[in-house]
């Protein structure tokens, strides 16, 4: 089992930026994928980026491309989520998710094995 806990969510301006944290514990040994979504009031949960747990190959939805940055420190086991020039559209429920060994299929949410509680984005405008 591996357990995740999502921190660094709030209430920021429009242009604003913040910084997601997802720890890792448990079985972390067994990690393959670490990946972000986020579900949005009404709307159905989506990718919004993921990493490669000991080969740093990452992946961003275009949505974030340049504004959003993925990024993992092995030795805290915990991935980061750097969101800068944040958009009204951008408000969601923002979710961790790990991934055990298999395929590099970070878009998929079925891919992913483990799930934390998620943290609250709202950007004001």
């Known amino acids: 089992q591996v357990q995740l806990v999502e921190s660094g969510g709030g209430l920021v301006q429009v242009g604003g930026s913040l910084r997601l944290s997802c720890l890792a514990s448990?079985?972390?040994?067994?990690?393959?994928?670490m990946g972000w979504f986020r579900q949005a009031p009404g709307k159905e949960r989506e990718f919004v980026a993921a990493?490669?747990?000991?080969?740093?190959?990452?992946a961003h939805a275009d949505s974030v491309k340049g504004r959003f940055t993925i990024s993992r420190d092995n030795a805290k086991n915990t991935v980061y989520l750097q969101m800068n020039s944040l958009k009204p559209e951008d408000t969601a429920i923002y979710y961790c998710?790990?991934?055990?060994?298999?395929?590099?299929?970070?878009?998929?949410?079925?891919?992913?094995?483990?799930w934390g509680q998620g943290t609250q984005v709202t950007v004001s405008s």
């Open positions: 448990g079985r972390t040994s067994s990690t393959y994928i």
């Open positions: 990493i490669m747990w000991n080969g740093g190959s990452t």
């Open positions: 998710a790990a991934a055990r060994g298999g395929s590099w299929a970070p878009t998929l949410q079925g891919r992913y094995d483990y």
